[in-house]
């Protein structure tokens, strides 16, 4: 290590925290002014780490982040205590709850780092390569990659907190082969908006993009969250349970507990507290459908499915709505009887369906570049989709005809209310 008053070269610092343990190389700059008049410390660092804690580094950030808010008589309280070898000080379990990290305005860091193993909440990786940089009171990573035990993910966020009662959130976000449970314990934000994936077992890709803010508990408000989505999986289970399982069972399925999918492809845009869902297509047990709709963050649903194979000679569409506690279902128009057709699969692949989650995963790109340089105090610009009229009909205001009823299939379950052209199914609360 070679220093003057102003800077230290760091040659090989190897720096062992709590339960992190890594190894620093680089210059850092200002610490003269930094120790005499807050001025501001600039570094660039190699970071080389065999493990390393965030939740353990976020909980001292966090810490720290208080005790400067303290009074001058309240800190020398604290660092009497903490100075004293009398005194037993001990560690904080790994369950203790995260809370809002202000970044301080002075620093401006860069690490390139290299991690050989880490944990952050209850994910542990494995292998991390990427850049993470504190800049402008701002946390960005950029394109780092990660091996982690829920599958290999790539991901790019800015975090930026204008104090400790909440921060703005920028992730774009690719996880490939993840099981759906793993991904749901390990990102609790994606079973918020998305719910009907409890209702499938298996291994998909995701891809995330979104802007959010967060509560005082790094909590994600998902009122004022957008965000674009995009699952995909083969060989999924469709499970017992919540809509898709209601309607499995209304509809007759051979096995009911579990129905075997060859493969699912769903794009997803939430804004407004409402996700839409595109059209996309499902095969099990002896259906072939096309499902679309509006998912409510209240739980609630609109649906159309459009049923393009059965044991039923005519193509069926199936209006679904309400809660899975209270949801009836109402017969339609088959609106996606032809869009997954071979004479339009062409067609399909330039569809505005696909072009619009794009267009917004740019938009929402761009937004995120934004958090880490706008200031604290301005409103988090939240991009929206241009829907055309044309797609929110097709897609998503659903039309109710009487032409045919479920009596004619043969496909409603005994004891179903009905009620002109409206069949309502309650759920049995056990």
Known sequence: MAFTQNTVNLSKAHVHLGRSDFKLKGEVEGIRGALLYNGKVTAKMTLDADSINFNELIRAAVAGSEYGQKT???????????????????????????????????????????????RFNNIAV???????????????????????DVGDVSMTMVYKAPDTRGAHLGIELGVKRIN????????????????????????????LTAVTELDSLMNVRLPETTASCFLSG???????????????????????????????????????????????????????????????????????????????????????????????????????????????????????????RKEMDEKLRQSIQEIASMELTQPMRRPRV???????????????????????TGLMPEGTEVLGDTIVHRVQQE
């Open 72 to 118: 001058a008589v309240e800190r020398d309280s604290i660092s009497g205590f903490v100075l004293d070898e009398s005194n037993d000080i001990t560690q904080d379990d790994d369950d203790t709850e995260l809370g809002i990290f202000v970044v301080p305005r002075n620093l401006d860091l860069e690490f390139n780092s290299r991690i050989r193993n880490a």
């Open 386 to 408: 241009e829907l055309p009229d044309s797609l929110k009909r097709d897609y998503f205001h659903l039309e109710d005809t009487t032409a045919t009823t479920l009596l004619d």
């Open 126 to 148: 494995r292998s991390a390569r990427g850049k993470i940089v504190l800049r402008d009171q701002a946390i960005q990573l950029t394109r780092l990659m990660l091996t982690s």
């Open 234 to 356: 083969q060989n999924l289970v469709l499970l017992d349970g919540e809509t898709f399982s209601e309607i499995a069972r209304m509809m007759r399925f051979k096995n009911k507990d579990k129905n075997l999918i060859d493969s699912i492809s769903v794009e997803m845009i939430l804004e407004d507290e409402k996700m839409m869902i595109f059209p996309f297509q499902i095969a099990m047990d002896r259906y072939n459908a096309a499902v679309g709709g509006i998912q409510n963050l209240d739980m609630s649903f609109d649906y159309h499915i459009t049923v393009l194979k059965s044991p039923v000679p005519f193509k069926l569409g199936l209006n679904v709505s309400g809660t899975p506690d209270d949801m009836k279902i109402r017969l339609g128009k088959a609106k996606y009887k032809n869009m997954f057709t071979v004479a339009r699969e062409k067609v399909l692949n330039n569809t505005p369906t696909i072009n619009l």
């Open 180 to 207: 759906i449970k793993e991904l749901i314990g390990a990102m609790p934000m994606i079973d918020e908006l998305t719910p009907m994936l409890r209702s499938f077992e298996g291994v998909v890709d995701c891809n």
